[in-house]
């Protein structure tokens, strides 16, 4: 079946580190790849997305580039804020059937220190 | 309102006491899902509604747990004589439709802590 692996957490940065969060993924077909983000005490939100290969999903300053040949959706940004703050979740949708629920990975604790 | 709800925020139940969490939709979006996020399995999928289609069912964790949606509108999850293992934070998420490439919307969820 379909998984979702990221890098385990927590991550602590300072302001304008430089961040990654790993992700890979198995699935067949060609799913569609997202990030989604929990800020404390909020809901999940949509970060960005990448529906096909070569793609790259950007928002709020972070990217992430659909690589198909490593299976791979690496979320990356160039100067981190203490507001960047949450824990942040790879997911995919399926490419088969008619019900395209999210599998996520674990989810990634970043913190972020003035 | 303009984003999905849920009812109640927090719910503390006894083991083996019944109990039901409601999901208010986004006017109009056609497609509901119901997850389940514990700190043991991460967020997982439960459920599946699109419009008047029979649900998939497939993610929900044993027969204590059924759902329905009325109208095509709001969605109640239900878990029966609930266990301490049921204790997780319960989300709902709309989307407009079909598709993998639609974004789906997320309410805040109900935290359930069975004792």
């Known amino acids: 079946g379909d998984s979702v692996t990221q890098m385990e957490g927590p991550v602590t940065l300072s302001e304008e580190a430089f961040l990654t969060i790993n992700c890979t993924y198995t699935?067949?077909?060609?799913?569609?790849l997202f990030w989604y983000v929990q800020y404390p005490g909020e809901g999940l939100q949509l970060l960005l997305k990448?529906?096909?290969?070569?793609d790259k999903g950007s928002n709020k300053g972070f990217e992430a580039t659909y690589r198909k040949e490593t299976t791979s959706f690496h979320l990356e940004k160039g100067s981190v804020q203490v507001s960047d703050s949450a824990v942040y979740f790879c997911?995919?949708?399926?490419?088969?059937?008619?019900?395209?629920?999210?599998?996520f990975g674990k989810g990634t604790l970043l913190t972020v220190n003035p | 309102g303009a984003g999905v709800s849920q009812s109640p925020s927090n719910k503390v139940t006894e083991k083996g006491k019944d109990v039901e969490l409601r999901c208010d939709p986004i006017?109009?979006?056609?497609?509901l899902y119901w997850y389940r996020q514990s700190l043991g399995q991460g967020l997982e999928f439960l459920i599946y509604?699109?419009?008047?289609?029979?649900?998939?069912k497939s993610g929900l964790p044993s027969d204590r747990f059924s759902a329905e949606r009325t109208g095509g509108s709001v969605s109640t999850l239900t878990i029966q004589r609930t266990q301490q293992e049921d204790s997780a934070v319960y989300l709902c998420a709309n989307s407009p439709g079909q598709g993998k490439y639609n974004e789906q919307f997320f309410g805040p969820g109900t935290r359930l802590t069975v004792l």
């Open positions: 990448a529906t096909k290969a070569d």
């Open positions: 997911a995919l949708t399926h490419s088969g059937g008619s019900n395209y629920k999210l599998t």
């Open positions: 699935a067949t077909g060609y799913p569609s």
């Open positions: 006017s109009g979006h056609t497609a």
């Open positions: 509604f699109q419009g008047n289609s029979a649900p998939d």
